[in-house]
């Protein structure tokens, strides 16, 4: 019969973030039945029905560039060029000689861990003598959270912070296993201890580091007085 609709099939339904992937258009008719002597080239458009959104670091998610693409006996060779990169669900959608067809739901995970976020527990400003935590986020490289960043995982701390005037030293954890759980792990038992600084605090694991931005160190509760002349060796005039 004549031209109904398209199927949009995806070479896959679950791709994540990194992966491209192509699609496949069948044209049919009413009784969607493959439109068999739908051939040779029409021009087809494309558009994201649904999701197709931006990533978390503002880069566009990516679809095949409008134009022909031929059917052989109403199917389409593998069309190239489709990518999402938020982590969400989309839907696809061809139209060719005023006809549409859309796909059925992709959900897109995250990708590869490519980086930590990570943020103190007061938002990077912190009391000196006073003990905090630090929440850590793996994200994929397009800055997506990796939710399927679980369980136990080898965790490095290093800092720039420095002791106090006087002499008492920073502390931090102990380098160690944490677990992850849907790609967040919050850490206590950091203490800061001079307020004359704007440290940084870096973790590392699975051969990736996130850093926080500089701290802002405030003084701790009032302890004493520096009592100091203006001279320490004056005469009797």
Request: glycine share 8%.
């Amino acid at each position: 019969g004549a031209l109904n609709d398209f199927t949009v099939v995806p070479s896959t339904y679950s791709p994540t973030t990194d992966d491209s992937f192509s699609v496949v258009l069948t044209a049919r008719d009413i009784y969607q039945n493959t439109k068999t002597d739908y051939t040779s080239s029409h021009s087809v458009t494309w558009a994201w029905a649904t999701g197709g959104n931006n990533s978390p670091a503002g880069n566009p998610a990516q679809k095949a560039a409008d134009g022909n693409q031929t059917f052989t006996l109403g199917v389409t060779a593998d069309i190239s060029g489709f990518k999402i990169v938020k982590t969400e669900t989309a839907t696809i959608q061809a139209t060719a000689d005023t006809k549409s067809g859309t796909s059925t739901t992709i959900t897109a995970g995250p990708g590869a861990i490519n980086d930590f976020v990570l943020v103190t527990q007061h938002s990077g400003t912190e009391t000196a003598g006073t003990a905090f935590s630090v929440t850590a986020t793996a994200r994929d490289a397009q800055q997506n959270t990796k939710t399927n960043y679980s369980g136990s995982q080898s965790v490095v701390w290093t800092w720039t912070a420095t002791n106090a005037p006087s002499g008492d030293t920073p502390t931090k954890p102990a380098n160690a296993d944490e677990t992850f759980t849907a790609g967040a792990m919050t850490k206590s038992g950091f203490t800061l201890v001079n307020a004359a600084e704007t440290p940084t605090i870096t973790i590392a694991a699975s051969s990736k580091q996130g850093i926080t931005s500089s701290i802002t160190v405030n003084p701790g509760a009032l302890n004493d007085f520096t009592v100091v002349p203006s001279t320490y060796s004056p005469t009797t005039d």
